[in-house]
């Protein structure tokens, strides 16, 4: 049995959550340390023991963003095995994760941010771009078993999720659409595979 959570670390994970919901509702620059300590229920002492400033708590923001996307367990590409039933799996792994509450709210302090002052996020989406995601990976394997023509793997797969981002993921950050339903992501899914196997496959066995 995991012992609980430190105060410390208990008062960490309030100042965060403190952090991104006065961030959505103020913004950065209109958000205080002040107001993120009185949000979390802790002295200002305490939000700055952890955080100097209020950089070094967006940088945790987005740490946090990141985490959530790299903690996924990558699906190994399996020979011999249907290529669109991987990919199925794949994809719904990704889906679950951009239709996650918390996800979405980090994401939409990250981008607001991000957008508002973009140095303050260079290095993480560096970051971002440049990991070996799961779904890259998959494809590089694919191609390399003679399964999918020949390509740029990252480019290939931001082309397979950028159809999940775009019903799943951009309308719910940026215009607050409600997260689709069961029977909507399902028909999204099939769709996303379908149009990248017809593309690239050579063999859709």
Known sequence: MSSPPRLTDRK???????AIAE???????????DRIAATAA???RTVYNHFPSK???????LTRLWESSAAQSALPY???????????????QKMSLISDAN??????VAIAETIHSPQR???????LSEKDTGVTGWIRAAQEDGKLKPGDHVFLAQLLQGQLKTFAFWPQVTMGQPMLDAARQKQVLEAAVDMFLAYCARDQG
Request: a neutral charge; proline letters at 0%.
């Open 12 to 18: 960490r994970l309030a100042i965060v959550a403190a």
């Open 23 to 33: 961030f959505r509702a103020n913004g950065f620059e209109a958000t205080s340390m």
């Open 42 to 44: 802790v002295s200002k």
């Open 55 to 61: 950089d070094e708590l967006f940088a945790e923001i």
């Open 78 to 92: 399996q020979a011999g095995k249907s290529l669109r039933d991987q990919l199925l799996a794949l994809l719904q």
């Open 103 to 108: 996800f979405l709210d980090l994401a939409r």
């Open 121 to 127: 996020a260079q290095e993480m989406v560096a970051r």
